[in-house]
């Protein structure tokens, strides 16, 4: 059972505001597959607006609260992050939200989503903005002062696994790890991301794959990835975005009615 909107942590009130935002694509009676489940949170709530709703996510998955959520709040069923394990034109729409960054190869993967989708239907993927990886990258060296304070202060038996209580890296990673912020996927660095987060690229990589562009939009929302500030009203993170941009960007694509050519 999906807990009422009061009681949310900090990251299920941005996903369940995300969400929201896109309440008209999605229908009762649709069927849906949503990549990268996490805890189930999203496809709670897409169930409860009364869509037949599959969620999947990879075999070894972290645990809710790993995650910033509180438990597991719809069946996650595992995949091997490749290749999507349904038959062709399964489903109404594929959703996903900030996931398709960690995967490689991504033409390959685009192209299963295209496989399982039925003629005319849609992929709804969320995506982090250029806006959230410069905005990350910043405040990444305010979160590591509070953690070093924090630390600091906390007697050594009283310490959480966590900074500095795992095995001792060699000087030159520690070093590398408090000059620079680390990537959110498989980049080789956060600047690279500034390069792979662009919208073009996105939907170049779309286009590519066989989509047709619907609707490029963003989600409304600024916060970073470390969420400084967790009791900030989605309100507020809205007026924020309106000032600084938003953390993601939507793509809304469609497999054309009829095959086509593509690669």
């Not at 229908?27 to 489940?37: A, D, H, Q, W, Y």
């Not at 959703?95 to 192209?111: D, G, I, K, T, W």
């Not at 047709?212 to 470390?226: A, D, H, I, P, R």
Request: charged share 20%; glycine share 6%.
């Amino acid at each position: 059972m999906l807990l009422s909107s009061k009681m949310d942590t900090p990251l299920e009130r941005i996903r369940r505001a995300e969400l929201e935002s896109l309440r008209g694509w999605f229908r009762p009676g649709m069927r849906v597959l949503e990549i990268g489940g996490g805890s189930g949170f999203q496809a709670a709530i897409l169930d409860s607006w009364g869509c037949d709703i599959v969620s999947i996510d990879l075999e070894q998955n972290p645990s809710p609260q790993q995650k910033y959520f509180q438990k597991e709040y719809f069946i996650v069923k595992p995949y091997d992050g490749r290749h999507l394990p349904f038959d062709d034109a399964q489903f109404d729409m594929v959703f996903s939200s900030n996931m398709l960054y960690h995967v490689r190869p991504l033409q390959e993967f685009l192209a299963q989503i295209r496989r399982v989708l039925r003629p005319g239907g849609i992929a709804l993927h969320i995506l982090p903005s250029i806006t959230w990886r410069l905005a990350t990258s910043v405040v990444f060296y305010v979160w590591l002062a509070k953690r070093i304070a924090v630390r600091h202060k906390t007697p050594p038996a009283a310490r959480q696994p966590g900074l500095g209580n795992a095995p001792r890296a060699p000087w030159i990673q520690r070093l590398a790890r408090l000059l620079w912020a680390p990537p959110l996927g498989p980049s080789s660095s956060a600047f690279a991301e500034l390069f792979e987060f662009r919208s073009a690229r996105w939907i170049v990589a779309f286009q590519r794959a066989g989509f047709e562009q619907v609707k490029m939009s963003t989600n409304g929302l600024f916060y970073t990835g470390w969420i400084l500030n967790p009791d900030m009203p989605i309100e507020a993170r809205r007026r924020w975005s309106t000032r600084l941009g938003s953390a993601c960007y939507v793509f809304t694509m469609r497999r054309p009615e009829t095959s086509a050519p593509h690669g």
